[in-house]
């Protein structure tokens, strides 16, 4: 069964400092990872994916991700955090074999609180 | 407009209660889901339909089900509403011909379900 492990329920950053939000996967196959973010009374709204190619992913408001194979992870970064930066954040992995490859299973979420 | 809209956005019913929650898109996308949001658990897949003659559960289907009216709505049922159903649900949508994005999810705003 394919997993998400975002191992911190909250990061807090300066603003204007570099910020990183982690994410670990566990898939059957190649990894499709998708990074979403959820602000207050809000949908999900789509940030990046890493589907194949280049391991540094770019995506909206200026955050990019780096895919790491070998640890199986899929960290969010932005090299310098905004205040409307803050919001909560979800990884999301879905695999390209086996059973319920087509689902993505999301992660637990992590509340990124950007200070003043 | 919203390109995936739910109603209604806020629902408090009591335990008993047959409960429905609606959704409608604009997207022309083939693929819909119903996910349940919970403090610390994420999102988790109810049910999803890959067309109006095909639906599938989910990881928790188990209290819901679905009806799929049309390609454009996918409505989510509750027959007989528990308190532990209270959540918030989101509504989703995405392209079958879109493989480069594979499963780019675009979300509803959400409905939140309290069952007394």
Redesign the interface.
């Given at each position: 069964a394919q997993s998400v492990a975002q191992p911190e329920d909250q990061v807090n950053v300066a603003e204007g400092n570099p910020l990183t939000v982690k994410c670990t996967y566990s898939v059957s196959g190649n990894p499709y990872l998708f990074w979403y973010v959820q602000y207050p009374n809000r949908g999900l709204q789509f940030l990046l994916k890493y589907i194949t190619g280049d391991n540094l992913v770019k995506g909206s408001y200026g955050f990019e991700a780096e895919f790491n194979k070998s640890q199986t992870s899929f960290h969010l970064k932005k090299p310098s955090a905004l205040v409307s930066d803050s919001a909560l954040y979800f990884c999301a992995v879905r695999g390209d074999s086996g059973a319920g490859s087509y689902q993505l299973t999301f992660g637990k979420g992590t509340k990124l609180s950007v200070i003043p | 407009d919203a390109d995936?809209t739910q109603t209604p956005r806020n629902r408090i019913t009591k335990t008993g209660k047959r409960i429905m929650l609606e959704c409608s898109q604009t997207k022309g996308h083939d693929r819909m889901y119903w996910?349940r949001q919970d403090p610390?658990?994420?999102?988790?897949?109810i049910y999803?339909s890959f067309d109006v003659k095909d639906i599938n559960k989910?990881e928790i289907s188990d209290g819901y089900s679905v009806s799929r009216q049309a390609q454009a709505k996918f409505s989510l049922s509750l027959e007989s509403a528990i308190p532990n159903q209270t959540a918030l649900y989101?509504c989703?949508t995405s392209d079958i011909k879109d493989r480069?994005?594979?499963?780019?999810?675009?979300?509803?705003?959400?409905s939140r379900l309290t069952v007394l």
């Open positions: - | 995936v996910y610390g658990l994420g999102l988790r897949l999803y989910g989101f989703a480069a994005g594979a499963n780019v999810l675009t979300f509803g705003a959400g």
